[in-house]
């Protein structure tokens, strides 16, 4: 079994910054797959970014704005969130999976944390 904690969330204004970490703890190792999921009210849960094996990808939206990035020997992975807007409002997710997969999906994914609220007012 695999825990996710995620921390770093809270309210911030529109153009401000958040860095979101997620530390794993468990039957872990450094061949996990990490992503980050949210979930807005009344909305499904999306991707939002992820590292992989062949690197690191974000959504469209987020693109210049988000970066994730990972530390093995911590075993913990951060998100970087620059000029935040209020449509990025949402619960995010730290998720994790041993095997490749299309990362896109949140039926891909294996372990899930229990989420951090991030509002970001205008």
């Known amino acids: 079994q695999v825990h996710l904690v995620e921390s770093g969330g809270g309210l911030v204004q529109a153009g401000g910054s958040l860095r979101l970490s997620c530390a794993a703890s468990g039957q872990f190792n450094t061949n996990y797959y990490m992503g980050w999921f949210r979930q807005a009210p009344g909305k499904e849960r999306e991707f939002v970014a992820a590292?992989?094996?062949?690197?690191?990808t974000t959504r469209d939206s987020v693109k210049g704005r988000f970066t994730i990035a990972r530390d093995n020997a911590k075993n913990t992975v951060y998100l970087q969130m620059n000029s935040l807007k209020p449509e990025d409002t949402a619960v995010y997710y730290c998720?994790?999976?041993?095997?490749?997969?299309?990362?896109?999906?949140?039926?891909?994914?294996?372990?899930w944390g229990q989420g951090t609220q991030v509002t970001v007012s205008s």
């Open positions: 998720t994790g999976q041993l095997i490749e997969m299309p990362h896109y999906y949140t039926s891909s994914w294996r372990f």
């Open positions: 590292v992989l094996r062949s690197g690191s």
